[in-house]
């Protein structure tokens, strides 16, 4: 199983709005709805911030944002914060019970 | 609270095995599967494994078939990951992370075992 594709990295000014893209197949991404993403600060653990494509789970601001079109699921953050700095990363469950990570993206905030 | 307390952390030759452990507590064991996912110093998140929460049953990823064995102990709530066959490459932190029955998404993650492969 390969790694789902993201850019390497995204930057922004505060206040802006990026976009970070997850492409996989249609045996992952384009086959359930089943992708969530995860914000990785260095040095703790990664953090749930968006669940089933486009949920956000409580206690995460509504900055954060997900969408699916085809095999390519997409996590916008509007409004960009210093602390929205780190390492983003997409997840997809995928065929016969497993689960594939996407390769990961460092966004900076200029 | 919830905690996922891992093992401390290992260090092996190449060749050898290694056996991390991840003891659960704060919520009930059996309503929630427990994945295995590594990452290696400068990389990204890899899915190694999950166990199922209604069976014990497992499933592995690929890249692992053959080299790791997920077990659990659900008199002590603890989950067990073993990987075999150790090379240089596998030197990374092994988290375990929860996931609630069949959401499909990983709502806590434990503060991982650093193993380390070296001669």
């Known amino acids: 199983q390969s790694a789902l594709t993201q850019p390497a990295s995204v930057s922004g000014s505060p206040g802006q709005s990026i976009t970070i893209s997850c492409t996989g197949t249609s045996s992952d991404v384009g086959g359930y709805k089943y992708v969530s993403w995860y914000q990785n600060h260095p040095g703790k653990v990664p953090k749930l911030v968006i669940f089933d494509v486009s949920y956000r789970p409580s206690g995460v601001s509504s900055r954060f944002s997900g969408s699916k079109s085809g095999n390519t699921a997409s996590l916008t953050i509007s409004g960009l914060q210093a602390d929205d700095e780190g390492d983003y990363y997409c997840t997809s469950y995928a065929s016969i019970g497993t689960y594939v990570f996407g390769s990961g993206t460092k966004v900076t905030v200029l | 609270q919830v905690q996922l307390l891992p093992s401390g952390a290992e260090v092996k030759k190449p060749g050898a095995s290694v056996k991390v452990s991840c003891r659960a507590s704060?919520?009930?064991?059996?309503?929630?599967?427990i994945h295995w996912v590594r990452q290696a110093p400068g990389q990204g998140l890899e899915w190694m494994a999950i166990?199922?929460?209604?069976?014990?049953?497992?499933i592995y990823a690929q890249n692992f078939q053959g080299r790791v064995t997920v077990t659990r102990d659900t008199s002590t709530s603890t989950v067990y990951m073993e990987l075999s066959s150790l090379t240089s490459e596998d030197t990374a932190v092994y988290y375990c992370v929860r996931e609630m029955a069949d959401t499909y998404y990983f709502d806590y993650w434990g503060p991982g075992t650093q193993v380390t492969v070296s001669s």
């Open positions: 704060g919520y009930t064991f059996t309503s929630y599967q």
């Open positions: 166990v199922r929460s209604k069976d014990g049953s497992t």
